[in-house]
């Protein structure tokens, strides 16, 4: 695959760190982690974020997440794990991925659910509204 754009996730090179591969996507161990096993599955094609993503690959990417998941509980027996992808705000890198970070009691990713108070019932409402008009 070539480089595109100076994409890291283009044409991947550190095949020592890749855990998985098939026809679509590669899993890889974060160079970025949040915790130890902190695996990345991403696309062999180069998307910006979860809309660009064909439906047919977006559930191929979620189901290698799954078993992968189940594989890095295995290896490190974390408490639990957190499976994330972002679009938009917080990507470091303008390559669709998704984030399977293995999580233990006290580590220091809890900031990650700090939340805001509760908005009221009203208010909650008046998101679902504007989300349900939104769904077209
Ligand atoms: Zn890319």
Redesign the pocket.
């Known amino acids: 695959m070539p480089l ?1 754009n100076g ?1 890291p ?2 044409g991947f090179p550190d095949k020592e760190v890749v855990f998985y591969e098939d026809s679509l996507c590669l899993g890889i161990v974060s160079k970025a982690p949040l915790n130890k096993y902190h695996g990345l599955i991403v696309p062999k094609e ?1 998307y910006t974020d979860s809309q660009r993503v064909p439906d047919e690959i977006l559930v191929h990417l979620y189901l290698v997440s799954k078993k992968v998941a189940q594989a890095i509980a295995k290896a490190c027996n974390p408490d639990g794990i957190t499976m994330v992808h972002d679009d938009g705000l917080n990507k470091t890198v ?2 669709f991925t998704i984030h399977i970070i293995p999580r233990f009691r006290g580590d220091k990713i809890g900031g990650f659910y700090l939340r805001e108070e509760d908005p009221g019932l009203q208010a909650r409402a008046t998101y679902a509204t504007r989300i349900r008009e939104c769904l077209g």
């Open positions: 595109r994409c996730f283009c180069h303008e390559h």
